[in-house]
C-alpha cells in the first residue's frame, strides 16, 4: 500500500542544545505538533519486553503508536517506509502497543490502533523538513487483544 506523507518545512522551536539528544529533541518537538492536532499523549518513550515506543497518542478512539526518526538527510522516498521501519521493526512496535493497551485496559476507550511513522530531516542548513506518514500501519481495534505479526 503506498504511503504519500505529508511534507512540511519548519524550524524547530527550540534550540538543539549540546545537553540535549536530537532524536529526543525531535520526538518532544514531534509530540507537540500531535497535541496541537488535539491528540492527547497518553505515554512517551514507553519501554517494555524489547520494545520502545516514542509516544502514543490518543484522539476520538483512536490510538497512534508515532515512530519518530531524525535523519541529517531525506532518504528516498521510495521504499522510505520498509527502510525505516522494516518487518521485525514494526512487529516490536506492535508488541509494544499491545502491552501498553493491557496495561490500560478498561481505562482506556479506542476503536482502532495505527502506526504512524514522522521522518524529520535535520540538514545543515534550513530548511528543516517534516515528513508525517499517518497510519502507515493498523495495528487492530476494538479490543485489547491485538493481531500478532
Avoid at 8 to 29: T, Y
Avoid at 38 to 47: F, M, P
Avoid at 79 to 89: S, V, Y
Amino acid at each position: 500500500m503506498a504511503h504519500a506523507p505529508f511534507i512540511a518545512k519548519a524550524l524547530l522551536p527550540f534550540e538543539i542544545s549540546p545537553r540535549c539528544k536530537i532524536g529526543s529533541c525531535v520526538e518532544h518537538w514531534v509530540a507537540a505538533r500531535y497535541q496541537s492536532q488535539g491528540w492527547e499523549i497518553l505515554a512517551q518513550n514507553y519501554r517494555r519486553r524489547g520494545t520502545e515506543l516514542d509516544f502514543i497518542a490518543w484522539k476520538h478512539g483512536t490510538v497512534a503508536v508515532v515512530e519518530v526518526k531524525a535523519r541529517r538527510n531525506l532518504p528516498p522516498l521510495s521504499g522510505i517506509i520498509e527502510t525505516l521501519l522494516p518487518r521485525k521493526k514494526q512487529a516490536a512496535l506492535q508488541r509494544g502497543v499491545l502491552l501498553f493497551l493491557q496495561e490500560q485496559g478498561e481505562k482506556l476507550s479506542w476503536r482502532q490502533a495505527r502506526l504512524d511513522l514522522v521522518v524529520v530531516a535535520l540538514p545543515l542548513t534550513p530548511p528543516i523538513r517534516v515528513l508525517f506518514f499517518p497510519d502507515v500501519k493498523e495495528m487492530g481495534g476494538g479490543s485489547p487483544s491485538l493481531k500478532e505479526t
